[in-house]
T-cell receptor, first 112, second 113 residues
Framework: SQQGEEDPQALSIQEGENATMNCSYK?????LQWYRQNSGRGLVHLILIRSNEREKHSGRLRVTLDTSKKSSSLLITASRAADTASYFC????????????FGTGTQLKVEL | DGGITQSPKYLFRKEGQNVTLSCEQNLNHDAMYWYRQDPGQGLRLIYYSQIVNDFQKGDIAEGYSVSREKKESFPLTVTSAQKNPTAFYLCASSFRTGGDTQYFGPGTRLTVL
């Protein structure tokens, strides 16, 4: 079963614009992670936010977590064509050990 | 050069044949995972192992088998019992402590003809 649902499913923006994608989940979590996948490749970890954190930054990435709404958002500022990829949220569940449950992903296309 | 490798990158098999996908890591990670990804979909967990000689079923284990005889290796066998085996298979590893990030291999695309 998939715990996370990303929204939107697909997003197309111009280079230089900001991209925001959202993730909603269903059960109590220990942490939430965002991963990036270029077409036909493996996933690359971007950022992890723990359940007791509300916001985290890494370079052009900003992640927020609202545990009361069971949702997270990933903001990519000043997007570049190289940011074109699929982005997945993954939740580590409370009591779930180290297992992650992945969402369905947002396909981001950044056009020149 | 540390990392996680999967081989082969592309694999073609005839229906009814078992096939084994390789996954090796030299990151000294205790935990390893196998996921399946179908077109336009997220990842679904097939099997995972938190320690050598131990593994657990994930959400879609039917038709698959694994072994974990060495810390570095976690091969996945797609058996003839798997009804729809054509997919992209991803292997990952992580430290065993809760909440650690997973590191992914490049994936194997399996096509059953």
């Amino acid at each position: 079963s998939q715990q996370g649902e990303e929204d939107p499913q697909a997003l197309s923006i111009q280079e230089g614009e900001n991209a925001t994608m959202n993730c909603s989940y269903k059960t109590s979590i220990n942490n939430l992670q965002w991963y990036r996948q270029n077409s036909g490749r493996g996933l690359v970890h971007l950022i992890l936010i723990r359940s007791n954190e509300r916001e985290k930054h890494s370079g052009r990435l900003r992640v927020t977590l609202d545990t009361s709404k069971k949702s997270s958002s990933l903001l990519i500022t000043a997007s570049r064509a190289a940011d074109t990829a699929s982005y997945f949220c993954a939740t580590g569940l409370t009591g779930g050990g180290n297992k992650l449950t992945f969402g369905t992903g947002t396909q981001l296309k950044v056009e020149l | 050069d540390g990392g996680i490798t999967q081989s082969p990158k592309y694999l073609f098999r005839k229906e009814g044949q078992n096939v084994t996908l390789s996954c090796e890591q030299n990151l000294n990670h205790d935990a390893m995972y196998w996921y399946r990804q179908d077109p336009g979909q997220g990842l679904r967990l097939i099997y995972y192992s938190q320690i050598v000689n131990d593994f657990q079923k994930g959400d879609i284990a039917e038709g698959y088998s694994v072994s974990r005889e060495k810390k570095e290796s976690f091969p996945l066998t797609v058996t003839s019992a798997q009804k729809n085996p054509t997919a992209f298979y991803l292997c990952a590893s992580s430290f065993r402590t809760g909440g650690d990030t997973q590191y992914f291999g490049p994936g194997t695309r399996l096509t059953v003809l």
